[in-house]
């Protein structure tokens, strides 16, 4: 069974980040948690403006040795694609998208594999999981770092190894290989489990915006992917796919569903509530691993990465209304597809489904074979790639006539901090 504990000091902080931070954040926005009062140093933010230059331990950062450069292990976006983590042989590091720049690292004395690292927004607070030939921390255990403490405040321990880990601003939820947790972030008490068909690369997604939480992780058949809505209690099976599924994206109010399977020529768009297919898109005719799939904060586009080495933004034709609203309160008619004005519309039914596809309108080529994570920028109509070989990109596409992409900026975030 598994097994959970929180370390006796400090009191538990709260995880409730402000992605604006005022001079004086409220840190606990529930006038009654449920465990001790919320320690008021865990305000600090990762942002570029707030990480001070001395470490509240009185320990500086780490020197990365210019020998040679780290092993990345795990590569992820914070909620909002304003900064994304860096897990690595050595420990981890947090690097800031725009303007690009590494906020700080963490390089442990012995072993120091880190395989998950899982930010907050800008939140001080962090999910690691060991990974790695010589792990930092047990592969089976979900450890909570403090980063204003430079140390781990709490574990949640598993008997199988950990595949996924993904944050919510009052839940922790823990993917393993065929099993989901969802624990209370304020007091890790275990709220639900889940039970899914073999989820080796630990497929999930939560919800951010909404104050409700929807989570879609993969359900108990091939293709099928299984999305609870929270706050109204229901719980939704779709089939998305006839093989595996192999990546999927919810929008950051849980009202969209972006799916993928292990065949990579199709992605489809599902409406979260209902289970109705709103848009199905072609990244290409032939068989293609897909890595990431990010929508746009409007919706208004969804990116692909694949091992094609190409990345493609495709235009959604779904009108979803006021991305901020909550799920719950949304009609079902809101969320509708609008018509895609084919040229061969007229001989419908006639032509092979391959020519009615819906191609991307813009794409940027990288290496083949290599691994990238995509998320849209801040500024407008741009994308940021981030890559296993440690390259980061900014490019923009024309939201008018597509084609090629135009590089912004490129850098090798896993080079000495001086260089950048």
């Given at each position: 069974?598994?097994?959970?504990?929180a370390?006796?000091?400090p009191?538990?902080p709260?995880?409730?980040?402000?992605?604006?931070?005022?001079?004086?954040?409220n840190?606990?926005p529930?006038?009654?948690?449920?465990?001790?009062?919320?320690?008021?140093?865990?305000?600090?933010?990762?942002?570029s403006?707030?990480v001070s230059s001395?470490?509240?331990?009185?320990?500086?950062p780490?020197?990365e040795?210019?020998a040679?450069?780290?092993s990345?292990?795990?590569?992820s976006?914070?909620?909002?694609h304003g900064?994304f983590a860096?897990?690595t042989?050595?420990g981890?590091?947090?690097y800031?998208?725009?303007p690009?720049?590494?906020?700080?690292?963490?390089d442990?004395d012995r072993?120091?594999?880190?395989?998950?690292?899982?930010?907050?927004?800008?939140?001080?607070?962090?999910a690691?999981v060991?990974?790695g030939?010589?792990p930092q921390?047990?592969p089976?255990?979900?450890?909570?770092?403090?980063?204003?403490?430079?140390?781990?405040?709490?574990?949640?321990?598993?008997?199988s190894?950990?595949?996924?880990?993904?944050?919510?601003?009052?839940?922790?939820?823990?993917?393993?290989?065929?099993?989901?947790?969802?624990?209370n972030?304020a007091?890790?008490?275990?709220?639900h489990?889940?039970?899914?068909?073999?989820?080796?690369?630990g497929?999930?997604a939560?919800?951010q915006?909404?104050?409700?939480?929807?989570?879609?992780?993969?359900g108990?058949q091939?293709?099928?992917?299984?999305?609870?809505h929270y706050?109204?209690?229901?719980?939704?099976?779709?089939?998305?796919?006839d093989?595996?599924?192999?990546c999927?994206a919810?929008t950051?109010?849980?009202?969209?569903?972006?799916?993928?399977?292990?065949?990579?020529?199709l992605?489809?768009?599902?409406?979260?509530f209902d289970?109705?297919?709103l848009?199905?898109v072609?990244?290409?005719?032939?068989?293609?691993?897909i890595y990431?799939l990010?929508?746009?904060?409007?919706?208004?586009?969804?990116?692909v990465?694949?091992?094609?080495?190409?990345?493609?933004?495709?235009?959604?034709k779904?009108?979803?209304?006021?991305?901020?609203?909550?799920?719950s309160?949304?009609?079902?008619s809101?969320?509708s597809?609008?018509p895609?004005?084919s040229?061969?519309?007229f001989?419908?039914?006639v032509?092979?489904?391959y020519f009615?596809?819906?191609?991307s309108?813009?794409?940027?080529?990288?290496?083949?074979g290599?691994?990238?994570v995509?998320?849209?920028?801040?500024q407008?109509?741009?994308?940021?790639?981030?890559?296993?070989?440690?390259?980061f990109?900014r490019?923009?596409?024309?939201s008018?006539?597509?084609?090629?992409?135009?590089?912004?900026?490129?850098?090798?975030?896993?080079?000495p901090?001086?260089?950048f």
């Amino acid at each position: 069974m598994e097994t959970l504990s929180a370390f006796p000091s400090p009191p538990w902080p709260n995880p409730n980040p402000n992605s604006n931070p005022s001079p004086n954040p409220n840190p606990n926005p529930n006038p009654n948690p449920p465990s001790a009062v919320a320690d008021s140093s865990s305000s600090e933010r990762f942002d570029s403006d707030s990480v001070s230059s001395v470490d509240p331990t009185g320990l500086s950062p780490a020197v990365e040795p210019p020998a040679s450069q780290p092993s990345l292990l795990h590569l992820s976006f914070n909620q909002d694609h304003g900064c994304f983590a860096a897990g690595t042989d050595r420990g981890f590091r947090i690097y800031n998208c725009d303007p690009f720049r590494e906020i700080f690292r963490r390089d442990f004395d012995r072993g120091g594999g880190v395989g998950v690292v899982e930010m907050l927004f800008r939140c001080n607070i962090l999910a690691l999981v060991g990974g790695g030939p010589d792990p930092q921390y047990p592969p089976n255990k979900v450890m909570i770092w403090d980063d204003h403490q430079s140390r781990c405040i709490g574990e949640l321990s598993f008997r199988s190894a950990v595949r996924g880990v993904r944050l919510q601003r009052d839940r922790i939820i823990v993917i393993l290989e065929q099993k989901v947790f969802v624990y209370n972030f304020a007091d890790l008490k275990l709220l639900h489990q889940i039970e899914t068909i073999a989820n080796p690369k630990g497929l999930c997604a939560v919800s951010q915006l909404s104050t409700s939480l929807v989570l879609v992780c993969p359900g108990l058949q091939k293709g099928q992917v299984r999305v609870e809505h929270y706050a109204s209690r229901r719980t939704k099976f779709i089939m998305a796919h006839d093989s595996r599924i192999a990546c999927f994206a919810l929008t950051t109010n849980g009202q969209l569903l972006a799916t993928a399977s292990t065949k990579g020529t199709l992605v489809r768009i599902f409406n979260t509530f209902d289970g109705n297919l709103l848009q199905e898109v072609r990244r290409g005719a032939d068989r293609a691993e897909i890595y990431s799939l990010a929508f746009s904060s409007t919706a208004q586009w969804l990116a692909v990465s694949s091992d094609k080495g190409t990345v493609h933004v495709f235009s959604l034709k779904v009108n979803s209304g006021s991305l901020g609203n909550d799920m719950s309160h949304q009609n079902d008619s809101s969320l509708s597809v609008a018509p895609s004005g084919s040229s061969f519309s007229f001989i419908k039914g006639v032509l092979p489904k391959y020519f009615k596809s819906e191609w991307s309108v813009a794409q940027f080529r990288l290496h083949e074979g290599s691994q990238y994570v995509v998320a849209f920028g801040h500024q407008k109509n741009t994308v940021v790639i981030l890559g296993m070989d440690g390259s980061f990109y900014r490019c923009q596409f024309d939201s008018v006539n597509g084609g090629e992409m135009t590089q912004l900026e490129y850098h090798n975030f896993l080079m000495p901090e001086e260089a950048f």
